[in-house]
């Protein structure tokens, strides 16, 4: 199995920081990897699909890019809403695999 | 607009069974995949496995296989996953959610909560 190391585990920033969360493949994946937001009792939302495409409706803040195994999700501009958490999924081979979640919090 | 409505909250003792239904809308239900995620409380995102809704062949992750099955109604256009022998780890929220062939899963249910207490 693909195993997805997510980082960091919590973040804490404030409204209009930069925002990077990392996950790293066990191996190759190519680029089939999907970025989800999660607010507390909510299911959750997919923003980003193939590493660094945004999903339709979903604000431009959001990106994703790759290198190699390990991606990255940037909010340029942390916004009141986008207070959650966040996980990453690769879905090159079954069982497709989550990341740990990285929850972020107001500083 | 493309939905997936599942079924209410489940209260079951030990031992016993639950199915909780993932009623689509908005599209044709035979021509993508659906997937079962769990969360169990406080934690992250666990694949459970998906199953094919044209063929109606399941495929299950390690770790759910045998009490779990994955089933379909094409009739009505929803999904099925059922829980035998519940136990308390069972506890979770479960998901569906439509697979979308490049893009992961794009459309989720609203989860319904399983849970087991004697």
């Known amino acids: 199995d693909t195993q997805m190391t997510q980082s960091p585990s919590t973040l804490s920033a404030s409204v209009g920081d930069r925002v990077t969360i990392t996950c790293r493949a066990s191996?190759?994946?190519?680029?089939?990897l999907a970025w989800y937001q999660q607010k507390p009792g909510k299911a959750p939302k997919l923003l980003i699909y193939?590493?660094?495409n945004l999903e339709s409706g979903v604000p431009s803040r959001f990106s994703g890019s790759e290198s190699g195994t390990e991606f990255t999700l940037t909010i340029s501009s942390l916004q009141p809403d986008d207070f959650a958490t966040y996980y990453c999924?690769?879905?090159?081979?079954?069982?497709?695999?989550f990341g740990q979640g990285t929850k972020v919090e107001i500083k | 607009q493309v939905q997936l409505v599942q079924s209410g909250s489940e209260l079951k003792k030990p031992g016993a069974s639950v199915k909780v239904s993932c009623k689509a809308s908005?599209?044709?239900?035979?021509?993508?995949?659906m997937a079962w995620v769990r969360q169990a409380p406080g934690q992250g995102l666990e694949w459970m496995g998906w199953?094919?809704?044209?063929?109606?062949?399941?495929t299950y992750a390690q770790g759910f296989t045998g009490r779990f099955v994955f089933s379909l109604d094409t009739s009505v256009s929803t999904a099925h996953l059922q829980i035998s022998s519940l136990q308390a780890e069972d506890n979770a929220v479960y998901y569906c959610?439509?697979?979308?062939?490049?893009?992961?899963?794009?459309?989720w249910g609203q989860g319904t909560t399983v849970t087991v207490s004697s």
């Open positions: 959610a439509r697979v979308l062939p490049g893009y992961g899963l794009d459309v």
């Open positions: 908005g599209y044709t239900f035979t021509r993508y995949s």
């Open positions: 199953i094919n809704t044209n063929l109606g062949n399941p």
């Open positions: 191996q190759s994946i190519s680029n089939w």
């Open positions: 193939k590493a660094s």
């Open positions: 999924q690769q879905y090159n081979s079954y069982p497709w695999t």
